[in-house]
């Protein structure tokens, strides 16, 4: 079945510096990649997505590649504040209504002071 | 943006009792819904697909008589925990997608089980 995997669990970065996550896809059917931000006992919060006819997408502080040769694809948060500290996960699925959304396991992301 | 309601948002009850969940979208209609479950520090994993008018799709691994879909409407699908035992206790959540969404999912608040 469809995995997703995501790496780092954990990323600690000084404030103001950069915060790269990267996830890799199995199916390659998949065309449609969000990214969640949780707080701890709240939904996730999607932050960013992208569609597989687009290579790269920007919002603000926030950047999503994607290398769908590779099944890869990377959250970029640039000038990164204290409120940025959370679990992020990515996600694959297909655009498709009725499509599952499936999760990777997470990053929790320590923006130090 | 579109809003899918769970209710309740935390319940507690005794081990071997039965818990239903609601999730509802309340401005749109979604034949379809997922529902996940998150244990403390992980992820949100996929227990089921909810169709309306059918069967639900069970994910490998999670027992369908356990955990009983109801999908009866275009606006609610009811998650019953039967039988539930302090390893049940989690975070469970719902989403759906809708037409004019794009392809974003829209999830519930979630609701916090403990099973004492």
């Known amino acids: 079945g469809e995995n997703v995997e995501q790496h780092p669990s954990t990323l600690s970065v000084q404030e103001g510096d950069s915060a790269v996550i990267k996830c890799t896809y199995s199916?390659?059917?998949?065309?449609?990649f969000p990214w969640y931000k949780q707080e701890l006992g709240k939904r996730p919060q999607l932050i960013i997505d992208?569609?597989?006819?687009?290579g790269e997408k920007k919002d603000q502080r926030i950047a999503v590649t994607l290398n769908k040769t590779a099944k890869h694809f990377s959250l970029h948060i640039t000038e990164t504040q204290p409120e940025d500290s959370a679990v992020y996960f990515c996600?694959?699925?297909?655009?498709?209504?009725?499509?599952?959304?499936?999760f990777g396991k997470g990053t929790r992301l320590h923006i130090l002071p | 943006g579109a809003v899918v309601s769970q209710h309740p948002s935390w319940v507690i009850c005794k081990s071997g009792t039965s818990v239903k969940i609601e999730c509802r979208s309340l401005?749109?209609?979604?034949?379809?819904m997922f529902w996940y479950r998150q244990f403390p520090k992980q992820s949100l994993m996929l227990m089921a697909t909810?169709?309306?008018?059918?069967?639900?799709?069970?994910e490998q691994g999670v027992e369908k008589d356990k955990f009983l879909i109801n999908h009866a409407s275009l606006t609610l699908s009811t998650l019953t925990v039967t039988s539930a035992h302090p390893e049940d206790s989690s975070f469970y959540i719902c989403?759906?997608?809708?037409?004019?969404?794009?392809?974003?999912?829209?999830f519930g608040q979630g609701t916090r089980l403990t099973v004492v």
């Open positions: 989403s759906a997608r809708f037409y004019g969404g794009g392809s974003e999912a829209f």
């Open positions: 199916d390659s059917a998949s065309n449609y």
């Open positions: 992208i569609r597989s006819n687009v």
């Open positions: 996600a694959a699925s297909r655009v498709r209504l009725d499509d599952k959304i499936i």
């Open positions: 401005d749109f209609q979604a034949t379809t």
């Open positions: 909810s169709n309306e008018g059918s069967k639900a799709t069970y």
